[in-house]
C-alpha cells in the first residue's frame, strides 16, 4: 500500500485499486492470475506512479500560500446615489395605552336643546310628615247689611209730591246703614239687595216709588175707597249697590198719600245684602 499526498494505492491479491483527484476519483483492476499480473503489470504500474506523482506535485504548485498575496488596503469607493423611495411600510402594531392626560379646560356652554317630550307622570310619593301647627288667625267674618224700620204713631202727615219717608222708628240696624233722620240707606259693601215695603193705607189711595240714587227703581199704588177698615200696600226688588249707592222711599203724587200707622196697624221699610260682590276672601265669594 502506498500514499502520497491525497492518492492512495491498494494492492491484493487479483485486485489493484487506487484513487486519485479531488474529488477522488477510484480505479479498480481485476487480475485473473496474480502471479502473471505482478510481472506483466509492473511496466504499466509504474508509469500509472509516475503520472500520479506528476498530477499530484503540479496541485501542489498550484497552491499560492496567503501570506504573499496579501495587499494594501483600496481607496475608498465614491458615495453612490440616494435610492428611489421603497415601497410604504405595513401598519404597525397596536401601542399600548400611554398614561392619562391633563385634564382639559371646560369648554363654553352649548345652546339650549329643544324642550323634549313630556314623560309619564310618575308614581304617587308617600305623604310627608304633619307639620306645626300655625299661628290661630283672625276670624273670617262675612260682610253683613241688613235694616228694618217703621213708622211711628202720630207720624207727621200728610207728605207731599218729592218728599221722603222717614221710618223713624228702628226695629233693627246694627250696622247703621239706615239713617232715621234722612230716612235713606247708603251702601257700605257692594252686592245685591233686597228691598221690601208693607204700608197700611187709610183715609187715602197711596203711591209711592223705591228710588235709588234720584232714580226711581219700582212704582207701586193702592186705591182707598173711604171703608171703614184700612187697605194694605206691600212692594219690593232686589238692586245691586256699590258702596256709596242710597235708597230710600218717596211719595209719588200729592193726592195719594194714604200712608198710616197706629198700635195695630205698620207701616215698615227693610232692607239686606243678599250676596256680595267682595272677591278678595273665600268667605265672601
Known amino acids: 500500500q502506498t500514499q502520497r499526498g491525497r492518492d492512495d494505492f491498494h494492492f491484493s491479491p487479483g485486485l ?3 484513487s486519485s483527484g479531488s474529488p477522488k476519483t477510484s480505479y479498480y483492476i481485476i487480475c485473473p492470475d496474480a502471479a502473471m499480473s505482478s510481472l506483466r503489470l509492473l511496466p504499466l504500474l509504474h508509469s500509472l506512479l509516475l503520472l500520479q506523482v506528476h498530477l499530484s506535485d ?3 504548485d498550484n497552491k499560492i500560500p496567503p501570506s504573499l498575496c496579501t495587499g494594501h488596503p483600496g481607496i475608498p469607493g465614491s458615495a453612490g446615489a440616494h435610492g428611489g423611495p421603497g415601497q410604504p411600510g405595513r401598519d404597525g402594531r397596536d ?3 400611554a398614561a392619562a392626560g391633563e385634564k382639559g379646560l371646560i369648554g363654553e356652554t352649548g345652546d339650549p336643546g329643544e324642550t323634549g317630550v313630556r314623560g309619564l307622570t310618575g308614581d304617587r310619593g ?5 307639620g306645626e301647627r300655625g299661628q290661630s288667625g283672625e276670624c273670617a267674618v262675612a260682610p253683613k247689611s241688613a235694616f228694618s224700620v217703621k213708622l211711628s204713631e202720630g207720624h ?4 207731599t209730591v218729592g218728599d221722603v219717608v222717614r221710618f223713624d222708628q228702628v226695629v233693627i240696624n246694627e250696622q247703621s246703614d239706615y239713617n232715621t233722620e234722612t230716612g235713606r240707606f247708603t251702601c257700605k259693601v257692594p252686592g245685591v239687595y233686597y228691598f221690601a215695603v208693607h204700608a197700611t193705607v187709610y183715609r187715602a189711595s197711596l203711591q209711592f216709588d223705591l228710588m235709588k240714587n234720584a232714580h226711581s227703581v219700582a212704582s207701586y199704588f193702592q186705591y182707598y175707597g173711604n171703608w171703614p177698615k184700612p187697605a194694605s200696600l206691600s212692594g219690593g226688588s232686589l238692586l245691586h ?3 256709596g249707592d242710597q235708597v230710600w222711599v218717596q211719595m209719588a203724587l200729592s193726592e195719594y198719600n194714604g200712608l198710616y200707622s197706629s198700635t195695630k196697624t205698620d207701616s215698615t221699610f227693610n232692607g239686606f245684602l243678599v250676596y256680595s260682590d267682595w272677591k278678595n276672601s ?4
Open 156 to 159: 207727621a202727615l200728610p207728605l
Open 126 to 130: 308617600d305623604n310627608g310628615e304633619k
Open 282 to 285: 273665600a268667605v265672601f265669594a
Open 58 to 60: 503540479q496541485l501542489e
Open 95 to 97: 401601542g399600548r395605552d
Open 241 to 243: 249697590l256699590v258702596p
Open 16 to 18: 489493484l485499486h487506487f
